[in-house]
């Protein structure tokens, strides 16, 4: 299954980039992220355990993340690997940064591809989407919350709380 | 007065037990100590297992017991052996040990003091998978290159099954044709979707050695006698119970590995063991039905003559070999490809292919819808090529009325007179104005269509030398015991189990016929091996048509015994004894009769027997049928299709059956009604998606289209009545002619809509989409 999507924030490409490597910054922006534990033997990976409320497929998820392809400051390559809920997720995503100089804008626009299996791909696969583009948003406004508080661009008003 | 309790539409009495929630299904069994397993399954479909960790799960508290499948080593066999088909099935373990090969292939079980508690150490469980690429097609993997299942079922064929009776006649036909129909059917999966789930509970008496296990099992004996060679407890010690059983529609023949593990547990721990699957659980665990792809011809003279039919069909077996999987797309299958027509030649290869997905077994008609939807759709696509009305066609090939007649399959039908259902069918519809209103209404944009089908089918499975010599691992025969008390209470012990058909009733009708019991005086034992006779089980619209008759042998012997009885109570002689509704009299002198009850009581008493007569009123009969059964009739829909969204209105349904002499025909409709509704399902609703890497994407009823109320016309249902000639009652099956026939019906009707168009076919189900898309040229998934 291919997911793409795309964000703005406020600021230069550089900002935008510093963040997005930020461990620290990137767990507390995950939705429902419990831990984000750097790899011991190995660079840019981490363990992860998040708990997610999505209906029937609630719960905790433990996995691992690890970024490649590093091409500072304009892209980078994300694998996932999780499982939980009887289900697997495996899944890379290609990150790309593009500054806009009129706006003084950075458009960080993601292509993933994830393999969904078991009960996630049986029961979740209808909302999975719509699941991930919010989760996404949910996840670059608290990014962009840390860069620059008073200039969040994307409305957040879309409700907490588990997807129905 | 004579009541006439045969042919009377009386409400089946066990409904207000079932419709109350006071019946006993297999998921109320409660046993003290009880303890609550639960199945972890492969979450891939084809996957070597690297590492099974179950030391978390094990630890965790209120966890009594994880087992994976290097403790136990049982099979789950195959119980349809097609001859001189090469077939092949592979090992199907309860529990994989190395590699699994379908999403739900079983790899661990826990077992806990509460559902909670084993659901949660269950997810504690960790899998380590090496995945392997998955196969879900049964088309392609049959080709070179596709993932294999197994080393030694190569190209993964588990068989090649060939029905050739006249290779020289069938050449000769296709040879002479004026015409060829070809079509590609795809017979998309179904989810059988019982309205009960799944269930068992086991419980092992180490005292007597004793192992009982109450299961949802449309046959309990054949789950007797599998169940026995799987655990190793023999027969006589081994209790199959089925209480209510809440459906089935096929996919509780089978025995699954679950109930297996259920009563190894027990004996293992020493506890009673429960388990019943989700609902997500059922769809992704329980048999599926139909998944052909058939590649079909039809060679036709250019007057309308059928000359033959042929058909190579790719039928999708599943990851493992189901207990009665290959007789569904080969015996059920290929013999009926002459259907209600006289078609000298015919061909049928089928190729079972083993692919990365649920099993499949019998579904609702297993391999007979399937067989009269491509009879039926060559017929409607040929009489269109030959510009002939589908009709006239239909009726220019169709058998004239018969006895006994041998088609070009070599079955030879018992009884049939097809013309009258048609032409009862076409005077509701009134066909001819319905023409005249279906080109009105195309000129105005409004796209109405009509789908004919005369249909017959093959069913009350059957003589027992024929299910030996078609390599079915059992009879087909049934058994009936008559228990009658001293004070005149019936109970009717069936090896045969019904669940859902209403047999309580129409079994009671039928004795109440023979002998004069009320109804409400007879009770209908069933679905206990350690109280009933042997029977094979319910399936192939055989309950009543076999399990019935062995009844109503037993009810006309135990008839006889009473009229020797009332002529010594009568000091009368046996020939002078009449009968009339639960009395005996001698001839001309009504008044003075006996009953039924007060000749029970005189015999169980025994003081005085007329010389040679055993005591009490008990008769145990056997029915061995000599041939199947073939109900027929027309079937009819009338639909609607919107071009702007591609919806189908189905606006009329109109269904003339014939299964001989109905019993009752409120249950004979409710059979019709539940057949027609699912058949109409597969027609525009229902088909499971899977994708490339066998991830089951309609794995709940948010995600699979079932058939709602709302989407239905009242049904318009006649009969005609055509016995049985083989048959004590003249009766015929009528649990599967719904599905049967209105598939093909609706399809076609939506073809009929939409010619204007000139479309190729489009793939079931007709959903708008797919219908919006061929309209307006777009591709569709095909």
């Not at chain 2, 052996?81 to 699994?100: E, N, Y």
């Not at chain 2, 292939?105 to 392997?132: M, N, Q």
């Not at chain 2, 019936?490 to 209403?502: D, K």
Request: with cysteine; proline share 7%.
């Amino acid at each position: 299954m291919e997911i793409t999507g795309s964000y703005l924030f406020h600021g230069d490409q550089q900002s935008v980039w510093n963040i997005l490597m930020n461990p620290d910054a990137i767990a507390s922006a995950i939705p429902g992220v419990k831990e984000l534990v750097p790899l011991e033997n190995e660079a840019h990976a981490w363990r992860a355990e998040a708990k997610i409320g999505f209906s029937a497929i609630s719960g905790t998820y433990g996995g691992f993340i690890h970024m490649s392809e590093i091409n500072a400051p304009t892209s980078y390559r994300l694998d996932v690997k999780g499982e939980g809920q009887q289900s697997l997720i495996n899944g890379h995503a290609v990150m790309t940064l593009l500054f806009l100089p009129d706006t003084h804008q950075t458009q960080v626009t993601w292509v993933a591809e994830a393999a969904i299996s078991g009960k996630i791909a049986r029961i979740g696969q209808r909302v999975i989407k719509a699941a991930a583009s919010f989760l996404s948003r949910k996840f670059f406004n608290g990014l962009a919350q840390q860069l620059n508080p008073a200039a969040v661009l994307e409305d957040d008003s879309a409700p907490d709380g588990p997807i129905p | 007065m004579t009541t006439r309790i045969f042919g009377s539409g009386i409400k089946r009495r066990e409904d207000p037990r079932l419709i109350t929630g006071r019946a006993t299904y297999s998921d109320d069994i409660r046993l003290p100590g009880m303890l609550h397993m639960v199945v972890v399954r492969s979450e891939l479909a084809h996957a070597r297992l690297v590492k099974v960790d179950t030391s978390r799960a094990a630890a965790l508290p209120g966890v009594v017991a994880v087992f994976t499948g290097h403790d136990v080593a049982m099979n789950t066999p195959c119980a349809w052996l097609i001859p001189d088909s090469g077939l092949k099935v592979p090992p199907h373990p309860v529990l994989a040990t190395d590699r699994v090969r379908y999403v739900g292939d079983g790899i661990a079980i826990v077992l806990a003091e509460t559902r909670y508690l084993a659901e949660d150490a269950a997810g504690a469980i960790h899998v380590e998978y090496e995945e392997l690429p998955a196969v879900v097609n049964p088309e392609e993997a049959t080709r070179d290159g596709a993932p294999q299942l197994f080393d030694d079922v190569p190209h993964n064929i588990a068989f090649r099954w060939i029905m050739n009776p006249n290779p020289e006649g069938l050449k000769q036909a296709f040879d002479s044709a004026d015409l060829v129909i070809k079509e590609r059917i795809v017979q998309q999966r179904l989810l059988p979707t019982a309205m009960e789930p799944r269930a068992c509970a086991a419980q092992w008496n180490a005292g007597t050695q004793e192992l009982t296990i109450w299961v949802t099992s449309q046959n309990p004996h054949i789950h007797r006698f599998i169940l026995s060679g799987m655990t190793g407890v023999p027969e006589h010690k081994l209790r199959i119970i089925a209480p209510e059983v809440g459906g089935g529609f096929g996919s509780k023949i089978p025995v699954y590995p679950d109930e297996a593990l259920a009563g190894w547990a027990a004996m293992q721990l020493n506890r009673p063991v429960r388990w019943s699957e989700t609902r997500s659980e059922n769809y992704i665990t329980t048999i599926h039905g139909r998944d052909h792809v058939e590649y079909v011809e039809m060679a036709l003279k250019n007057d309308g003559t059928v000359l033959a039919l042929k058909g190579t069909v790719y039928a999708g077996m599943g990851a493992y070999i189901s207990t009665a999987g290959p007789g569904i797309p080969t015996i059920l299958h290929g013999l009926m490809y002459s259907g209600a027509y006289n078609i000298a030649h015919v061909y049928c290869e089928s190729i079972g292919a083993l692919t990365n997905t649920t099993p499949t077994d019998a579904y609702r008609g297993a391999g007979r819808p399937e067989a009269t939807f491509l009879v039926e759709r060559l017929m409607e696509k040929a009489a269109n090529a030959l510009n002939m009305d589908p009709v006239a066609f239909r009726r220019k090939n169709l058998l004239p009325k018969f006895e006994n007649h041998t088609v070009a399959t070599g079955l030879i039908y018992d009884s049939g007179d097809y013309e009258p259902a048609l032409q009862k069918a076409l005077a509701a519809v009134d066909y001819d104005s319905f023409r005249r209103e279906q080109a009105a209404a195309r000129e105005q944009g409004r796209y109405l269509g009509i789908g004919v089908t005369t249909y017959t089918e093959i069913c009350g499975l059957g003589p027992s030398q024929v299910a030996g010599a078609i390599g079915f691992q059992g009879g087909l025969w049934e058994s009936a015991i008559i228990r009658v008390s001293p004070a005149g209470k019936v109970q009717a012990l069936m090896g045969i189990s019904p669940h859902g058909q209403g047999e309580e009733t129409t079994f009671a009708q039928l004795i109440s016929e023979e002998l004069g019991f009320p109804v409400e005086d007879i009770e209908i034992v069933h679905g206990d091996t350690n109280m009933t006779p042997m029977g094979w089980g319910t399936y192939g619209s055989r309950t009543t048509p076999v399990a019935g008759a062995a009844l109503v042998k037993a009810a006309r012997k135990m008839k006889e015994k009473a009229k020797a009885m009332a002529a010594h109570l009568l000091e009368a002689a046996v020939e002078d004894i009449d009968y009339d509704d639960g009395k005996f009299f001698v001839k001309g002198s009504p008044d003075k009769f006996k009953s039924i009850q007060e000749i029970t009581l005189m015999a169980t008493l025994a003081w005085s027997l007329p010389p040679g007569m055993d005591p009490g009123m008990e008769e145990s009969q056997f029915y061995d049928p000599p041939n199947f059964v073939y109900p027929f009739g027309t079937h009819i829909a009338i639909v609607e299709v919107d071009p702007q969204t591609g919806q189908v209105t189905l606006k009329r349904y109109v269904a003339v059956d014939d299964c001989g002499p109905q019993i009752n025909p409120l249950i004979v409709s409710g059979q019709i009604h539940g057949g027609i509704v699912q058949g109409v399902a597969q027609a525009l609703f229902e088909g499971v998606v899977y994708d490339d890497h066998g991830q089951l994407l309609t794995g709940s009823m948010m995600d699979y289209t079932l058939p709602r109320a709302d989407m239905f016309p009242t049904f318009e249902l006649d009969h005609t009545v055509t016995p049985s000639p083989h048959h004590p009652i003249g009766i015929k099956g009528v649990g599967e002619t719904g599905t049967i026939a209105s598939t093909p019906t609706v399809y076609n009707a939506v073809m009929d809509a939409l010619r204007p168009f000139n479309l190729d076919d489009i793939p079931m189900p007709l959903t708008p989409a797919r219908v919006w898309a061929a309209i307006h040229g777009h591709s569709n998934g095909h």
